[in-house]
Each structure stands twice: as structure tokens, then as C-alpha cells.
DNA sequence: TCCATATTTCCAGACTTATAGAATTATTGT
DNA sequence: ACAATAATTCTATAAGTCTGGAAATATGGA
């Protein structure tokens, strides 16, 4: 992943309106939202939606399908994992401590794939 | 974590100069930098390297420690990991799917402590 | 006190972003 | 063709960011 890539994510989540609506079409996983109702959701005019809706698919975050009438938004998790892995690796490249707690952190909801047993 | 102190974060990360100065001073942990000296390396004017500097304290990811004549500047690692969570369990609440391949992802460079045997 | 060093604050200009009203484009049904 | 629905693009305004020259502030040494 190129730095400028990454800068274009992070100027994208910068924004409260926009990290709302990554959130919400994460929680939307992987139905995906039309974006008039993204727009109704958050109270945001749909043209000013829009306006965000295009930052963050320029980012790479978000991916727009259109679906009959509607232009339905999802996710792009993948995307989100590789600008989070630029990020920490950056910052962990070296020094362990920094993301031992971490992983700590996130491994009880994110349990590594085990044969099921316990 | 806020999502205000977050948003700051990111905004803080998302410009080019800023990033290359957290960059250099996570890799200079725990040492730290001079003002002086990051402006010099990064080959920018002192006084907007000083308005850099001043968006990534206010973020909370770096801290000026006066020194002598000289105030030097060390990465906040705690609070960036304390972003680096937000982010990570806004998208892994309830999709371990992500990130099980990142924390797989970073594994191998921060091994989890283990007594020395291996 | 006077000077040099290190950094910040003040200020202004150029540029970018956020917002939303109005108009436009695309799709579907009658 | 016409109307209704869904979303975007056009446009303008207000607000914020980036940059760096000039001035100001802090520190230490002679």
C-alpha cells in the first residue's frame, strides 16, 4: 500500500459525517445501504451525502453497486485492513511492544481460526 | 477512546509532512527528536514544521519535552495504539473476518510473550 | 547585559473542504 | 411521453488548512 493511499483513507475517516457512515456500512456488512438512506440515517441532505459518499469511495473505502433505482454502498473491508496494516506495521516495524498489547486487545473478538474443541 | 480525539488523530496522520514525521519519530523511540533536527531532516522551514508539530501534539501523538535550549519530540505510542483499537474494534465488533488475517498479519513481527525456550 | 541558538507565534496569501439550494441525470411504472 | 423516485453534478458561500517571511519568546554562555 502506497502512503498516498493511506493519506487519502485517513482524510476521508477525518470527518465525523463520513467516519459515521463507514461505520454504519460496516455494521451493514454485507447487505450494503442505498445512499438515500445512508443520507435519511444520518440526517444529512442527500446531496451533501453524496458530496461524502464520493470522498470515501475515492478513498477506497466504500464501494458503490447501482441497484435498479437505487445505488446501494458497501464496505471495502478488505481496503480498511490494508491501510490498518499499513499504519501499525509503520509503527510496529521494530518495536513488538507497541503491538503485542494490541493484538492482545483484539484476539478475544477476533478469535484465530481453530478446530473446534473448546 | 472519543471519536473526536480519533477524528483529531487522523487528521493529524492524513497530510504528508506529518506522516513522515511520526514516522521518524516512532523510529526514533525512545530517544526522541529536536524540533530543530526534524525540520532539518524532513527539509522543511522551521516555523511550519513547528505548525506540524503543533497539530500532532494537539492530537495527542507526540509530546514536546523541553530540553536545555532545545524541545524534543517523541512519539506517543500508547495513544496511537489507543486509536489504532478504536478503529480496529469499530470494524472487528462482530466480524472477526477482518481482522484475523491482520492480527495473522502481524504476528510474525510482534510475537506474543512467550517464555524463552524457542 | 549582550549575543547566538532554538523554537514558537503572528500574519497573510493560496488553496482546499464542508455544506446545501437548484438543476440535471438515470431508472421505473403508467 | 409523462410523472415519480433516487442519486448526482453544478454552483456558491463560509470555514478551515498549508505555507513561509517576519517578529517575538526562551535558554544558555561570555
Redesign the pocket.
Known sequence: MESEAVILAL?AL??S??LDVFRLLVSREPTGV????I?RELA????????????LTRAGLVR?E?R?????YRADLEHFRSVATFLLKDCCGGRPEVCAPLIADLTPCCPPKEPAHG
Chains 1, 2 share one sequence.
Open positions: 482524510a477525518a470527518q459525517t463520513r442505498p445512499a438515500g438512506e443520507a444529512v441532505p442527500a446531496n451533501t451525502m453524496s458530496a461524502h459518499l464520493s470522498v458503490p447501482r435498479s433505482r437505487s445505488i446501494i
